[in-house]
């Protein structure tokens, strides 16, 4: 083991001393969690509805079903994914680059999206603003969570934008050097979110932030939507991404791997970058007042961003199948059993990854016009999400927490024991969840619904009942799932015990099958051949410029038809 | 082990199966759509009216009607928390146009038979031409949230078989 030094001895200010910015980051990796342990607290209740069990009479803190779920889905989709992201995609990438980010800068952020959420949170729990995590108006919420809202964002755009800085001035700093792969996709991912942010942006501080102090009389409803759905889709990315950077980049090295391949890795975010953002009408197919002609397009340009994930999926099955040989496996599928599955960092983001091939075949499902008219808004969608966001980012963030605490604390990790029963349950327990979810939504039965109270669904309710009992024991399932992760976090985080600096937990950076070639070879960094392709993907300027372009293409005529004939309404409070 | 070459053929030649896959899953949906699969594809038109003067459509009198040629045009209004009609009659095996439409905020109907699944933004009509095939009675519910009744809001569509 490790030598430990008490407490005493060092201050927690020397901890951070040699990077200050570990303690910046490590504020928005326990906010972040500190906020999904209360949106997940409220998920086990949803589940217990969704198997027609009413625990909300018995609620009073909760003023309905709906209240419980805006929190729920706030909290979770949309505060808990940018505090960690923005934690991680601050400190990977400075940390590559050997850059100190702006300390000012970064706290500025952290409290500019604290700020924001302490503000919507306000609103939220004195139920004035019970509008779901969409907020589609003419439902109008208060103010307070508009703002809020806008805040958060803004907060992980200085984040965002501060690392596009540092990696520019790096780039200068070092004419012709290829920037390595975690910063690479970092800057990719960041530049990604910059253009698709920028229609929840306006749509919240120039339609809804008015409208909610009265200074406009209405808003169009329409167009409200297809700016929400603008950043709407793309965001699932912006969740998605970070979780890739892990599994390409660091986990191969965490398995005893290489990265099977450097340039594929590269290409698949270039990809990512270009086509994530003009896609967001797949979520609007049922919209009346949209042209049909848009819609099609936009299902092509669904269907292509399926392709770097399908790259994804080799790259890292067969960084996988390296790291396994190296440790001895064999045969053509017995060297799956060679994998370090005692390490919880490792099994988390394999059970992650596991998840989203239903996941992202699911979503080729959505995305299709067709198969999408009997699956828009029934259960079948958040079946859908929960093993994405609720599970491939998720549980992949929790495999990140489980080495990046201790890395930014010194603390050794409190149970691994339970991490791995944290892990396997939630894998196994979102599994169960999205079965029970799926069927009932192929019934018919809809999402977002106080079902247990509902009166108008008979039939169809005789016809679920098993699924629905899916549903709930799902639920119970992943209850006891959070309680081991939160357990194993929070005494980690107050342990008192810390390594010395020297054991201090590595950041795990893979080599590429590249690099371990020329290195075999006796060729140093600089030496190495470098092909083509990945020069010409370092200019990701350029592919920022595209992608701008492609969305202005996608957009601009259809925004433009809908703000000439906007239609104004006032707003409504329905609950 | 495996150079990296060796891989990254065998990548390239994954990325070609991709985007055959991709290209193989779009013209098979667009088939789909074009063989009216699902209603819409051809011949939808926007169309909008102010919530406020329904009164003066045919929306003023929701239900089914039939147009002096024999023509079925079902009128139905979305409305904190109910449909109106709440259930609604039609004849198997004849094209009956459905326009839908919201007076206050956004609602959602997805029909149990054929394809109809639409999101209702007030003002804009929906209208979708369908023939219903499978005499029955269909319950569904509205299916977008509108409000702390959103649970109670109930539809039921009941297709007669041909007399
Ligand atoms: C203990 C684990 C969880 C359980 C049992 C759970 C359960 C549920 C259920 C049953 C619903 C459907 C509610 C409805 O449509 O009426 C739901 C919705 C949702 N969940 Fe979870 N969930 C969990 C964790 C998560 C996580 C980790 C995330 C994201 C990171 C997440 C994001 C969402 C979102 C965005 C919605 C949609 C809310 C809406 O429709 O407005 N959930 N959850
Ligand atoms: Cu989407
Ligand atoms: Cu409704």
């Given at each position: 083991m490790t030598t430990t030094v008490s407490p005493a001895l060092r201050p927690t200010e020397q901890v951070y001393a040699g990077h200050p910015e570990k303690k910046v980051t490590l504020y928005f990796l326990v906010t972040g969690l500190v906020l999904l342990l209360i949106g997940v607290a409220i998920g086990p209740l949803q589940a217990l509805n969704y198997a027609g069990i009413d625990v909300y009479r018995y609620l009073p803190f909760l003023k309905s079903y709906y209240q419980g779920l805006s929190l729920h889905g706030v909290l979770n989709a949309l505060v808990f994914t940018t505090y960690f992201i923005s934690g991680l995609l601050l400190y990977l990438p400075c940390r590559a680059l050997k850059v100190r980010p702006n300390l000012l800068v970064a706290w500025g952020a952290y409290w500019t999206m604290t700020a924001g959420v302490l503000m919507a949170a306000a609103a939220l729990l004195t139920n004035n603003a019970t509008l779901l995590y969409t907020f589609y108006p003419p439902l109008q919420g208060s103010p307070l969570f508009y703002i809020g809202a806008a805040l958060l964002v803004v907060g992980s755009l200085i984040i965002g934008v501060q690392v596009i800085v540092i990696w520019t001035q790096w780039k200068r700093q070092h004419p012709g050097e290829i920037t390595p792969l975690v910063a690479f996709m970092s800057v990719a991912t960041w530049m990604m979110w910059l253009i698709a942010s920028l229609g929840l942006v306006v749509e919240v501080v120039f339609l809804l932030i008015p409208w909610s102090l009265g200074w406009v009389k209405g808003v169009d409803p329409l167009l409200a939507r297809t700016l929400f759905w603008y950043t709407g889709h793309p965001i699932v990315y912006f969740w998605v991404m970070p979780a890739y950077i892990s599994w390409y980049a660091l986990l191969p090295g965490q398995a005893g791997g290489k990265i099977a391949s450097e340039t594929m890795a590269r290409l698949s975010f270039v990809l990512f970058l270009l086509?994530?953002?003009?896609?967001?009408l797949h979520h609007q197919f049922a919209d009346t007042g949209i042209s049909m002609s848009w819609k099609v397009i936009q299902m092509l340009l669904t269907f292509l961003v399926v392709i770097p994930s399908l790259l994804t999926a080799f790259s890292v099955g067969a960084s996988l199948e390296i790291a396994a040989r190296l440790r001895g496996g064999g045969g053509w599928v017995g060297w799956i059993r060679h994998l370090p599955w005692k390490d919880p960092v490792f099994t988390a983001q394999v059970l992650a990854m596991v998840s989203f091939i239903p996941g992202g075949a699911g979503g080729i499902v959505n995305a299709s016009i067709a198969l999408d008219s009997e699956v828009h808004n029934t259960a079948w969608i958040p079946g859908h999400f929960h093993i994405t966001v609720g599970t491939a980012t998720t549980l992949t963030f929790f495999a990140v927490s489980f080495w990046l605490l201790p890395h930014l604390t010194r603390k050794p990790l409190a149970s691994v024991k339970g991490a791995l029963w944290a892990s396997w349950l939630w894998f196994w327990g979102m599994i169960i969840f999205a079965i029970g979810m799926h069927w009932e939504g192929l019934i018919g039965i809809p999402r977002r619904t106080y079902l247990a109270t509902a009166t108008g669904l008979g039939d169809m309710l005789a016809r679920a009942q098993i699924p629905m009992a899916l549903t709930g024991i799902s639920g119970m399932v992943l209850m006891v799932a959070s309680i081991f992760y939160f357990s194993v976090i929070f005494r980690t985080l107050l342990g008192r015990q810390r390594v010395a600096e020297s054991a201090e937990v590595p950041i795990p950076v893979s080599e590429s099958l590249e690099q371990f070639e020329a290195r075999e070879a006796g060729l140093s960094a600089a030496g190495m051949k470098v092909a083509g392709a990945v020069r010409l993907m370092e200019r990701l300027w350029i592919f920022f410029a595209l992608a701008l372009a492609l969305v202005v293409l996608m957009y601009l005529p259809m925004l433009i038809g809908m703000v000439l004939n906007t239609h104004l309404l006032p707003g409504q409070r329905l609950w | 082990m495996l150079d990296h070459h060796t891989i990254e053929k065998y990548e390239l030649g994954w990325l070609v199966v991709a985007l055959v896959l991709i290209a193989m899953l779009f013209a098979g949906v667009l088939a789909s759509m074009i063989s009216e699969t699902?209603?819409?594809?051809?011949g939808t038109k926007a169309q909008y009216i102010d919530p406020a003067k329904?009164?003066?459509?045919?929306?003023?009198?929701p239900g089914l009607k039939t147009g002096p040629d024999g023509a079925l045009d079902a009128y139905i209004v979305a409305t904190a928390f109910q449909f109106q009609p709440n259930v609604l009659r039609v004849p198997a095996g004849r094209p009956v146009t459905l326009h839908m439409v919201s007076t206050d905020v956004i609602h959602g109907l997805l029909l149990g038979q054929g394809n109809v699944n639409v999101e209702l933004i007030p003002g804009q009509v929906a209208v979708i031409t369908k023939v219903f095939d499978h005499p029955g009675s269909y319950t569904s519910e509205c299916n977008e949230y509108c409000g702390t009744g959103h649970q109670t809001m109930s539809f039921k569509l009941i297709v007669e078989a041909a007399k």
């Open positions: 086509l994530s953002t003009p896609v967001g | 699902v209603p819409g594809f051809f329904l009164s003066q459509t045919p929306f003023a009198t």
